[in-house]
């Protein structure tokens, strides 16, 4: 039984939920989202709740993300999504250059990053970088890529881990070579 899919979504003040087939569309103050539930799953718009039901018992972990996915597309036209990378290193910094981010990170040339449509990027400091959009999975997939750009290094050196980290993110340190 999938105990998520069963729960209710209480739609907020200020958001139109439309199911059209099996296209539902979320529109909000801060944009709109739509997405298209798999078949064998039935939505109930009542009340100002959205209830899911499967039709059969194979589309248990489906019922659970379609519930998951419409719930993040409810709060990402609401409240919307961020991200917060840190980036470590000696001379390493990130600027924007228009629409798009510049990271300079160690390599003989500066990184551009066109982001996503429907994402922003913000850099309150030289070594920060927010990534922020109404999609959660855009949000999270274009974070991945910036932070891919310069991995963070396991071995500690003197001045420091350096890479491209999540705020809040712990990296563990590995040991490195003695010269015995």
Request: proline share 4%.
């Given at each position: 039984?999938?105990?998520?899919?069963?729960?209710?979504?209480?739609?907020?003040?200020?958001?139109?939920?439309?199911?059209?087939?099996?296209?539902?569309?979320?529109?909000?103050?801060?944009g709109?989202?739509?997405?298209?539930?798999?078949?064998?799953?039935?939505?109930?718009?009542?009340?100002?709740?959205?209830?899911?039901?499967?039709?059969?018992?194979s589309?248990?972990?489906?019922?659970?993300?379609t519930?998951?996915?419409?719930?993040?597309?409810?709060?990402?036209?609401?409240?919307?999504?961020?991200?917060?990378?840190i980036?470590?290193?000696?001379?390493?910094?990130?600027?924007?250059?228009?629409?798009?981010?510049?990271?300079?990170?160690?390599?003989?040339h500066?990184?551009?990053?066109?982001?996503?449509?429907?994402?922003?990027?913000?850099?309150?400091?030289?070594?920060?970088?927010?990534?922020?959009?109404?999609?959660?999975?855009?949000?999270?997939?274009?974070?991945?890529?910036?932070?891919?750009?310069?991995?963070?290094?396991?071995?500690?050196?003197?001045?420091?881990?350096?890479?491209?980290?999540?705020?809040?993110?712990?990296?563990?340190?590995?040991?490195?070579?003695?010269?015995?």
């Amino acid at each position: 039984m999938s105990r998520i899919g069963l729960k209710a979504i209480k739609i907020p003040s200020g958001v139109e939920v439309k199911l059209d087939g099996s296209v539902l569309t979320v529109k909000g103050p801060k944009g709109t989202l739509t997405y298209e539930i798999t078949e064998g799953i039935d939505t109930v718009i009542e009340d100002g709740t959205i209830h899911f039901a499967r039709q059969n018992e194979s589309l248990k972990a489906v019922h659970g993300l379609t519930r998951s996915l419409v719930n993040n597309m409810i709060v990402g036209v609401t409240q919307g999504f961020s991200k917060t990378l840190i980036i470590q290193g000696v001379g390493f910094r990130a600027t924007k250059d228009g629409k798009n981010l510049v990271l300079n990170v160690g390599y003989s040339h500066p990184v551009v990053m066109e982001p996503y449509e429907g994402i922003e990027i913000e850099i309150p400091e030289p070594t920060k970088v927010v990534v922020k959009g109404i999609d959660k999975q855009k949000v999270g997939e274009f974070a991945a890529k910036i932070r891919k750009v310069r991995e963070p290094s396991v071995y500690r050196t003197e001045r420091g881990n350096k890479g491209i980290i999540y705020e809040g993110e712990v990296v563990r340190s590995k040991a490195g070579k003695t010269g015995a």
